[in-house]
């Protein structure tokens, strides 16, 4: 019954037990290398004890266990190496897939994306858009040209223009003030003479009557 609610295990989970194991095992290589060495020390002293006491046959015999502890050593080193280059193996095998899945992933999701966007169709809203702003572009254009004529109007350009005036006056005011008695710009210009005679005083009718007796003329 506990077997149909049993968790499937992942690839990362089927690793981390290999890389257990793997572990497992390097230390029980290491636990055997070890022991292979106090083997090796242990033979290496009793071939020095028979070499001593001159038992010659003893001593090649231990000669030959020590050869075949050396070798079974170093069988550890190449174990435990390919034990090291199996774990390796297997992360970077697990990197790999994981790396092919995202892959996979991003290809489909553009694949996606790709069959949503028509590149016609972004085309014609890209032209669409460029449309409506020149449109846009225009009407406010329109738009503010009718608000300079709304705005510029006669009375206005007749109020510009009395001010204009005024300040003209101050500035001619102050010039004149600034250059008196020089001489006056336009005197010999056409309708001088008429604006000089229009200025001159009139005469009264006393006058007249008294410069007519003078002549004779009653």
């Known amino acids: ?8 295990k992942t690839v990362d989970d089927v690793i981390k037990e290999q890389s257990r194991e793997l572990r497992g095992t390097q230390r029980q290589i290491t636990r055997d290398r070890t022991a292979l060495e106090r083997q090796e020390k242990q033979l290496e002293a009793e071939i020095k004890k028979m070499a001593k006491s001159g038992n010659r046959e003893a ?3 231990l000669a030959k266990q020590l050869v ?3 070798k ?25 897939m994981k790396m092919a899945g995202a892959m996979s992933s991003s290809a489909k999701t553009m694949q996606a994306i790709n069959k949503k966007m028509d590149p016609q169709k972004t085309m014609q809203m890209m032209q669409d858009f ?4 020149m449109k846009m572009d225009m009407t406010e254009e329109m738009i ?3 608000l300079d004529d709304f705005l510029d109007e006669s009375g206005d350009e007749e109020e510009s223009e ?49 410069q007519l007796r003078a ?3 009653d």
């Open 162 to 210: 009395d001010i204009v005036t005024q300040v003209l006056d101050e500035i001619g005011i102050e010039i004149s003030g600034k250059m008196i008695g020089a001489p006056a710009a336009g005197k010999n210009a056409p309708g001088a003479a008429a604006a000089a005679s229009s200025k001159q005083p009139t005469m009264s009718d006393d006058e007249i009557e008294r």
């Open 59 to 61: 001593c090649k015999i």
């Open 130 to 133: 460029q449309k409506e702003n």
């Open 72 to 96: 079974q050593k170093n069988r550890t080193y190449a174990v435990s190496s390919k034990v090291t280059s199996m774990n390796t193996k297997t992360k970077l095998m697990n990197s790999q």
């Open 1 to 8: 019954m506990a077997s149909l609610f049993k968790k499937k």
């Open 215 to 217: 002549l004779g003329v």
């Open 144 to 146: 503010n040209d009718t």
């Open 68 to 70: 075949q502890l050396r």
